[in-house]
């Protein structure tokens, strides 16, 4: 059951919508909506039906009225009656204006901005009038100014999510026409400012500051807010506005307790604050505070750059590889709104996109933890406007005598600070033991990371005295620096560690040592606990303990990471006699992960993907199945590279959400083990899968000769060891390849033998996308009947809807058909029921396909500013997508459009 307020009074059962006979009907399901599930009194809803008419047969009328409702609800107990009146029962999620705050308040808590305009999209496609449509009645008028300000607030949130995903020309002409309707909105005249300057539209956007402050005054004889105003001279000054939403805010959180280092923050300030390009290096030795100082600065000047701020840790030193430069681009450019699917392969092309998305904003970068400079030169954003900052143990000499780069050398915490620091850390105590505070600041090297972990270990024993712990460190110091070969300063450090370590419970000190063996980064409890062959609950106190101590950070999402001289230290400390079967049972614990969480994300191939065991381990719930293998794809790499024998599994798991993910560049290298493993044992299946899947990213990617050359060896090998399944698959790839290549007649012959196959195997779930692409290659070879059947049997395949690419692929294909068939009044239905499958998937081109078929049907239509409206937004989704063959067939629709009022239909490209 549904019940709809946001427009005409609705109810809907049974898939039948029910308009309902009558203003008098409305008004009742409106005013017991209003109280669902509590009584309203039969005098409340008597004055809500009549009012002031008063009519000694109310109460008869009203009981028909009820008889009435009840028959169109069709469940007896939805609607019953008692001493304090009537009650209608309503379940959670029943009434849409419950539904649509629920979904704004999802996009308020959201961090992606794509997700954000998501679930906005979804949220006011709820929309079909005002609340209550024409029922002027008293008892509902609050309801429906709440509901109808909450609308507006969700348009305004949707806007400054889609200016954050750089949609700026595609919302022109909605923020134009809202500013039109509510004229003293003063926040969408901001956005509408906003979206007209990014365009390049600077004059417009004067000339809209203009009328805002014209309807301002004449209706409220008021002035614009300071945004507005402040908003106007940024713009006159050149200065590209960026809201708060609009901007990335990577910066972590600042360190409590921090203490000194005034000479290297006024140095700093000084060198942001000019008018050019400002780099400056923080180098020093492990330990001694460069990423809090970086940090501690950033937030101290983050309202200087409302462009945004990114961060990112390029784990220079530590036990992992570095951070690639391209790796680091990928997540800058998705933090910038850029797709997945849309950032460049090429890694100077990554770079050129970064410098243009960072040209005119006041934008901050803080690359933490450098290795050297050649890390660090394709990250630079190249415009005045912004600033860098980089931390790194080597001076990085090239980047000062190149790139101008000026470097602040931080040294060890003078004395005083090193004191000031434990006294912030453990109050008036030190007070007491002053020598004790001396030698415990010498024992610590004045290093900041070691005075902190001193500083704990105090704090966790009260029996402890400064004077204990120093004499204690002291007796263990030459014993432990007899470990360092290297002549590093930080020596001093582990015999801190060590004091701090030997004070742990024996699994909490294994659960330390556990984590010097992890390969990556950072982690979760999960896969700690599986490491430990211990439940969850048990592995996340002791990493809250190691917190406690000093020896882990937690970071937000519920992850945990080491310093790097403590996961070195932790390396060291590993134990013959721990368990040797660790990283096995970590090995099998992401590949369960990830086949669990591949099985939430695309279900309809699960049958597809290599049999993975079941772990041991707990695994963690996947309520976003693409955000967990988003986070811990980096680990799931780590575990191939330490261990190759399982890259074909990895592989054949992940390769679908590394193409709908865009990593392009992790897919061949994953799919490049997982050919090199399976030959090094002589798998054929293992061999095949490989091939397949590097084919279809080297497409992806552009090479058609070597995605041929990978496709081709795959057929012969499925062939060969008869999995006719795969074979089926691999067809497929090869069909798009060709259709690509212009060779339709093979490409079509491709699918035709791809769906024979299935159909011989029996996989029916699986023919959806070869039937989508089938039916594109009969459309663009002129045969749109032949092009329908196949297109809707691909749609009644997935009515369970259980795969929503294929779906709203063979929507679109449907509303392209009728386009070419001179049929375009019915081209918009499948042009909305594809929208809507695409938006929920999350599928950009699609998204964009569909926006492209319902811009040309309006225009068909006779209504052309609807068709350039939506034809905007499907540039801006190809866009975001990076898909050109979209972009192209947008561009041509566009310009038909300003031309001669009748585009050619153009087939949506096969995703």
């Not at 712990?469 to 110091?477: F, I, K, N």
Request: glycine share 6%; net charge negative.
């Amino acid at each position: 059951m549904e019940f709809r307020v946001l427009g005409p009074v609705e109810i809907v059962g049974d898939g039948k919508r029910g308009a309902l006979p009558g203003r008098l009907q409305r008004i009742l399901v409106g005013v017991l909506l209003a109280r669902a599930n509590r009584p309203v009194p039969a005098d409340t809803l008597t004055d809500a039906l009549w009012g002031d008419r008063p009519d000694p047969r109310a109460a008869q009328k009203l009981q028909l009225h009820v008889h009435r409702l009840r028959t169109a609800l069709g469940e007896p107990d939805r609607l019953t009656h008692g001493p304090d009146g009537y009650r209608l029962r309503v379940q959670p999620g029943e009434v849409d204006a419950d539904r649509f705050e629920s979904m704004a308040a999802e996009a308020r808590e959201a961090t992606d901005a794509q997700h954000a305009v998501r679930t906005l999209r979804r949220a006011l496609e709820l929309w079909r009038g005002d609340p209550f449509d024409d029922l002027d009645v008293p008892v509902l008028a609050d309801w429906a100014r709440r509901l109808a300000e909450h609308r507006l607030l969700a348009l305004e949130a949707l806007y400054e999510a889609e200016l954050a995903c750089g949609m700026d020309a595609a919302v022109v002409a909605e923020l134009s026409d809202l500013v039109r309707r509510y004229p003293l909105r003063e926040r969408l005249h901001a956005q509408l400012m906003t979206a007209l300057y990014r365009s390049g539209r600077r004059a417009d956007a004067l000339a809209a500051y203009q009328a805002a402050r014209e309807a301002l005054v004449a209706e409220l004889g008021l002035e614009p807010g300071p945004e507005l105003r402040d908003l106007q001279r940024r713009i006159l000054d050149s200065d590209a506005p960026s809201p708060a939403a609009a901007a990335p805010a990577q910066l972590p959180a600042d360190t409590r307790g921090f203490v000194g280092r005034e000479p290297e923050l006024r140095e700093l300030d000084t060198l942001m604050a000019g008018d050019g390009p400002a780099l400056a290096v923080v180098a020093g030795t492990g330990g001694v505070g460069k990423t809090s100082l970086a940090i501690r600065w950033a937030h101290s000047a983050r309202a200087r750059f409302p462009g945004g701020q990114l961060y990112v840790d390029l784990r220079g030193y530590g036990p992992d590889q570095p951070r690639t430069p391209e790796d680091v681009l990928a997540g800058f450019l998705r933090a910038l709104g850029v797709e997945g699917s849309a950032i460049p392969s090429d890694p100077a092309e990554r770079s050129a996109r970064f410098r243009t998305l960072a040209d005119g904003r006041r934008m901050l970068v803080v690359l933490d933890n450098a290795r050297d400079v050649a890390q660090v030169r394709p990250l630079l954003p190249g415009s005045a406007t912004c600033a860098v900052l980089v931390t790194s143990r080597d001076a990085l000499a090239g980047l000062v005598a190149r790139e101008g780069a000026h470097r602040v050398d931080l040294a060890r915490l003078p004395e005083a600070d090193a004191r000031a620091l434990l006294r912030v850390l453990l109050g008036d105590r030190v007070d007491a033991e002053p020598d004790a505070l001396e030698a415990l600041v010498a024992r610590c090297a004045r290093l900041p990371l070691a005075l902190r972990v001193a500083a704990e270990l105090v704090r966790s024993r009260p029996e402890l005295g400064v004077t204990e712990l120093a004499a204690e460190l002291a007796d263990q110091q030459d014993a432990l620096d007899l470990l360092d070969l290297d002549g590093d300063r930080h020596t001093a450090v582990r015999s801190v560690f060590s004091w701090s370590y030997q004070r742990l419970d024996p699994w909490t000190a294994l659960v330390f040592r556990l984590l010097g063996r992890h390969p990556g980064w950072d982690t979760d409890a999960h896969a700690v606990a599986a490491m430990a062959a211990a439940p969850v609950r048990r592995t996340r106190r002791a990493l809250d303990a190691l917190c406690r101590a000093h020896l882990v950070d937690q970071l937000p999402g519920a992850r945990y990471r080491a310093h790097d001289l403590l996961r070195a230290y932790a390396a060291e400390l590993t134990d013959p006699s721990d368990d040797p079967l660790a990283a096995d049972r970590l090995r099998d614990h992401y590949l369960g992960a990830a086949a669990a969480a591949m099985d939430v994300l695309a279900p309809h191939e699960t049958e597809r993907r290599p049999k993975v065991s079941t772990p041991d381990s707990e695994l963690p719930p996947f309520t976003d199945a693409f955000r967990w293998l988003d986070t811990e794809l980096p680990n799931l790499l780590a575990v191939v590279r330490q261990d190759p024998s399982v890259a074909p599994r990895m592989s054949g798991t992940l390769w679908r959400f590394l193409d709908i993910a865009g990593y392009h560049d992790d897919a061949l290298t994953l799919h490049t083990s997982a050919l090199e493993a399976a030959r090094a044992v002589e798998d054929p299946q293992a061999e095949a899968d490989a091939l397949r899947v590097l084919g279809a990213v080297t497409f992806r990617l552009g090479d058609h000769p070597t995605a041929l050359d990978h496709l081709e060896g795959a057929l012969t090998a499925y062939e060969r060891i008869g999995n006719h399944s795969l074979r089926a698959a691999t067809l497929n790839n090869l069909g798009a390849v060709h259709g690509s290549r212009g060779d339709r007649a093979e490409s079509k012959r491709c699918y035709q033998e791809a769906l024979a196959l299935y159909e011989r195997t029996g996989q029916d779930a699986l023919r959806p996308p070869v039937l989508n692409n089938l039916a594109r290659t009969l459309l663009a070879l002129g045969s749109p009947e032949e092009a329908t059947a196949h297109f809707e049997q691909a749609l009644a395949a997935v009515a369970d809807g259980g795969d929503p690419t294929s779906e709203a692929s063979a929507l679109c294909g449907l509303a392209e058909v009728c386009l070419a068939t001179d049929r375009a009044a019915d081209a918009p239905d499948y042009a909305r029921r594809a929208l809507d499958v695409a938006r929920q998937s999350g599928h950009r081109t699609l998204e964009g396909t569909a926006l492209r078929a319902l811009g040309v049907a309006h225009l068909r239509l006779g209504d052309p500013d609807q068709a350039t409206h939506h034809l905007e937004s499907a540039r801006a989704a190809a866009r975001e997508a990076g898909d050109s063959e979209l972009l192209a067939s947008v561009h041509t629709a566009l310009a038909e459009v300003t031309e001669t009022g009748h585009p050619t239909p153009h087939p949506p490209v096969s995703p």
